[in-house]
């Protein structure tokens, strides 16, 4: 950096190593930095811890997958690890939460499965760019800005995801996207997905950047493409929620 004035230290190395890299600092200061391990096809996290750098053991959602591409994290205001990133071999939304010990996936032989992942809803075919940020809310709920291209290669959406249980109150009854539970006395889906932008030869959220105020409301900075003749027309859009309790967005 000018002057001397920057510390620049290699965190970690391999071939592939350190894509789609996402940082969060938590309370006392230091970063976390979750990174995709191409050669692993998972992501990685690290943290620096004052003197030196450390690494969460074992890998984040099964390595028998690819998964981890365009990975974004976020720590809660507890300190609580939350990643979002894509399952490239089924082409779907992820999401982990660190649990520790007792979760579904992340598996090491000194605390079990240390995550709890969950598949939220299609994003499109594998190939190409899926860009993604996440937030956290007071409460410690996630909130997932992404790009949708189910519909097609043109007239990607930019859209939102969020746990039900994060959007009330009034909490609708079921998402319309995530894993599946049961309360009595019918299974609902535990998550919401829904269009921010998007229409016809408009590609949104080629690029995408969340932040959540201290009320809890998102603010999301992405790109906009305009297929238009004689020329296409890019441009920089940010979209800012209005209300705290559930409504359609």
């Not at 992404?146 to 959406?157: E, F, H, K, R, W």
């Not at 932040?211 to 906009?224: C, F, K, P, R």
Request: glycine fraction near 12%; include cysteine; charge should be negative.
């Amino acid at each position: 950096g000018p002057s001397n004035t920057w510390q620049c230290d290699t965190v970690d190395t391999g071939e592939g190593m350190g894509q789609f890299s996402s940082l969060d600092m938590d309370s006392t200061g230091n970063p976390w930095i979750a990174y995709y391990d191409a050669t692993a096809g998972y992501p990685r996290i690290a943290n620096y811890t004052g003197s030196a750098w450390s690494f969460l053991l074992g890998p984040v959602d099964q390595p028998s997958l690819d998964t981890g591409k365009h990975v974004s994290l976020a720590l809660d205001d507890d300190g609580d690890l939350h990643l979002a990133y894509q399952n490239v071999t089924s082409g779907t939304l992820a999401y982990a939460e660190y649990v520790g010990s007792g979760g579904n996936c992340g598996w090491d032989s000194f605390n079990g499965y240390k995550w709890q992942c969950s598949e939220i809803e299609a994003m499109g075919t594998p190939t190409g760019y899926r860009p993604m940020s996440i937030g956290t809310d007071e409460a410690g709920y996630p909130i997932i800005a992404y790009q949708d291209t189910t519909g097609g290669s043109l007239a990607a959406t930019l859209k939102m995801a969020r746990p039900i249980n994060g959007l009330g109150p009034p909490i609708p009854y079921s998402g319309n996207c995530g894993p599946a539970f049961s309360p009595p006395p019918l299974p609902r889906l535990s998550w919401q997905c829904d269009i921010i932008d998007g229409g016809s030869n408009i590609d949104e959220g080629g690029s995408v950047s969340l932040a959540v105020d201290s009320n809890g409301l998102a603010t999301i900075a992405y790109h906009e493409h305009r297929f238009m003749l004689p020329a296409s027309v890019d441009s920089l859009k940010v979209a800012y929620q209005r209300r705290t309790g559930y409504l359609p967005l």
